[in-house]
């Protein structure tokens, strides 16, 4: 087992390695002169020469490069064009935020994805599946930003439950964290419900069902717990698209996480900000990824013995 | 019994296109959603010329009307006719939808068909690119490239197309990965097709069914990231009738009027929706596992 722990941590460091070049790149991929765009249209000869001496770009690209991982690696992401605060201080305001969505999406989501998916692959071509199955297939279908503004017209405007916009309380988390799970749950059932269906046509399903166990019991103590291990891998990935996805949430709901701070930097062309957000995104997720496949290997031992 | 025999029989003699379709004209929601796909393909086509308003059209004695016999989904914030906008908005998303996942298809299936034949050192570095853009999470590579290019719909199709190689590339490579080996293929290359024939008329055809279906509900996906950046103002600009757009544009009026947001999200949703039924059917009509 720690073997395997060694060597999966091991396959990241490409990754990442591979993932920083692309987010470094990314702001010499932008056409025009990165300079003339920090300096602004004012700026002299001597201004621009002092600030390309400041941002390094002077020096040659694999010495950039290797300023820049050390700066990461330090925790230094660079000066925010837009407030001329360090990118650590911008994203430090508005990380919990995000955190806090993407737990509360997350939470709901599998639990409701699983209950739907477990229901569905049970009752396999009966109402309760073709219920299941068309609240899922449309939960993948349905636009985020066109739930949010529903929720909102709803409960907020309507029957003013919760806020519309911000962030501070549990009931400023209830819409966005509703909205942002929605596709979510939906993709979480319709993996369950085939995880589901496969297990049932085990063998050992059949015995369970033969020495007289209830069908509850069936379900819930060998059907689930075995067809839960490749759900968490759906899980995991399925971060990616919460990662992705509170990018519109927070943008419907003016909730103030990294979402809304990408979008406010790719509108102000803030690419210090820009490539520091992607590339926290993406640690984020192959981080994730990487604990998922561990507790995956934890729990199926078939990975151990290879 | 007899009979079993005799039907057994036929279904061992039909062609495999038969067979497909034989199965999936049993999908009755993949045909209602196949249909609907061809009605939105012809609204696509003549659009402009059966919208009953101009589109671009302010009528600033008809802002913000709930709909009515007239303006059929109202009108928004200019007095503009919804309902000619949403339905001139069908061409911009289903080309979109089919340039940006025929893109992506197409390098995808070019990298992956390469990736499982050959192997080694181009395998690996296919691959490494692939999980490097699989590291970044959801539709942040296409904000991240929209970002590069700057705003524009022409730019939110190669972010899409970006963003969909990858998936493509995996699929085809473990698919010419297990056909690699197959009798067929090595019958082939022993009569001395070359590679390229090999690849294009031996593997590629049996690597189709899982190609189609998976580009069938990528572009259900990818209409939606192209609204939904559009939404975020990275897509499409206004006066363009783009569904996302006339949402994120109709956001200040929604506690007023909800036919302003709620029209284009049905248009979005329910295009998507089709392309994922549609997506659906064909996977069990194409899966060998699944019988009646």
């Not at chain 1, 759900?231 to 943008?251: A, K």
């Not at chain 1, 062309?269 to 981080?287: A, C, K, N």
């Not at chain 2, 279904?11 to 067979?19: G, H, I, L, S, V």
Request: with cysteine; aromatic share 10%; hydrophobic share 50%.
């Amino acid at each position: 087992m720690l073997r395997y722990i060694i060597k999966r941590v091991l396959a990241i460091i490409p990754t990442i390695i591979l993932v920083s070049i692309f987010v470094f790149m990314f702001v010499r991929m932008i056409p025009g002169d990165p300079v003339a765009l920090v300096a602004g249209p004012d700026a002299t000869i001597e201004d621009k020469v002092i600030i390309r001496e400041e941002l390094g770009l002077n020096k040659p690209v694999l010495q950039q490069y290797a300023n820049y991982i050390k700066g990461v690696a330090q925790g230094n992401l660079g000066t925010s064009l837009k407030t001329k605060r360090p990118v650590n201080y911008e994203v430090g305001l508005r990380y919990m935020n995000t955190v806090k969505l993407t737990l509360a999406s997350l939470t709901w989501s599998v639990i409701a994805g699983v209950l739907i998916g477990v229901f569905s692959g049970r009752y396999r071509s009966k109402w309760q599946d073709y219920l299941g199955m068309t609240g899922a297939v449309s939960g993948i279908s349905i636009p985020s930003f066109w739930i949010g503004f529903i929720l909102i017209s709803i409960f907020s405007v309507k029957l003013k439950m919760f806020p519309t916009v911000g962030a501070g309380t549990w009931k400023h988390l209830v819409l966005p964290a509703f909205t942002l799970g929605t596709s979510i749950a939906a993709i979480i059932a319709r993996f369950t419900r085939s995880s589901i269906i496969e297990v049932l046509k085990e063998d050992y399903i059949r015995t369970a069902r033969a020495k007289g166990l209830k069908e509850n019991l069936v379900i819930w103590k060998h059907v689930f717990r075995n067809s839960m291990i490749s759900v968490i891998t759906v899980v995991g990935l399925q971060f990616g698209f919460l990662l992705g996805g509170s990018v519109v949430v927070e943008s419907v709901f003016a909730y103030p996480g990294l979402g809304s701070l990408l979008i406010d930097s790719v509108n102000y062309r803030d690419y210090p900000t820009i490539q520091s957000l992607i590339l926290i995104f993406s640690l984020h997720f192959i981080v994730i990824n990487l604990i998922v496949d561990l507790i995956y290997a934890t729990l199926n031992p078939e990975i151990q013995l290879n | 019994m007899k009979k079993q025999k005799v039907k057994d029989e036929q279904n061992d003699m039909r062609t495999p296109f038969a067979e497909f379709v034989r199965k999936f004209s049993k999908q009755k929601t993949a045909i209602v959603a196949l249909g609907f796909i061809f009605f939105l393909a012809i609204l696509a086509i003549v659009s402009y010329k059966i919208a009953p308003y101009n589109i671009d059209a302010f009528d600033y004695s008809a802002i913000t009307q709930l709909p009515s016999s007239k303006h059929l989904f109202g009108t928004d914030e200019f007095g503009r006719d919804i309902f000619s906008r949403v339905i001139c908005g069908t061409r911009i998303s289903l080309l979109v939808g089919l340039f940006s996942v025929s893109i992506g298809a197409f390098c995808g299936t070019i990298l992956g068909l390469l990736s499982g034949y050959y192997g080694g050192i181009l395998d690996s570095t296919i691959m490494r690119i692939c999980d490097t853009l699989f590291a970044f999470p959801g539709i942040i590579l296409a904000i991240g490239i929209v970002a590069i290019l700057g705003p524009g719909i022409s730019n939110v199709v190669i972010a899409v197309a970006v963003f969909s190689t990858p998936t493509f590339a995996r699929l085809v490579r473990s698919s010419t990965l297990g056909l690699k080996e197959s009798v067929f293929v090595q019958a082939a290359r022993n009569i001395g097709t070359s590679d390229i024939g090999i690849l294009v008329r031996h593997i590629l055809p049996s690597a189709l069914p899982n190609i189609i279906v998976q580009y069938t509900m990528t572009i259900g996906t990818s209409i939606l990231t192209a609204s939904s950046l559009s939404f975020l103002g990275m897509g499409a600009q206004a006066p363009t009738p783009e569904w996302g757009l006339m949402l994120s544009n109709g956001r200040n009026y929604m506690m007023s009027f909800w036919h302003i947001t709620f029209f284009p999200g049905v248009a979005i949703f329910l295009t998507v929706l089709s392309f994922n039924l549609l997506g659906d059917g064909l996977r069990d009509a194409l899966d060998p596992k699944l019988n009646d």
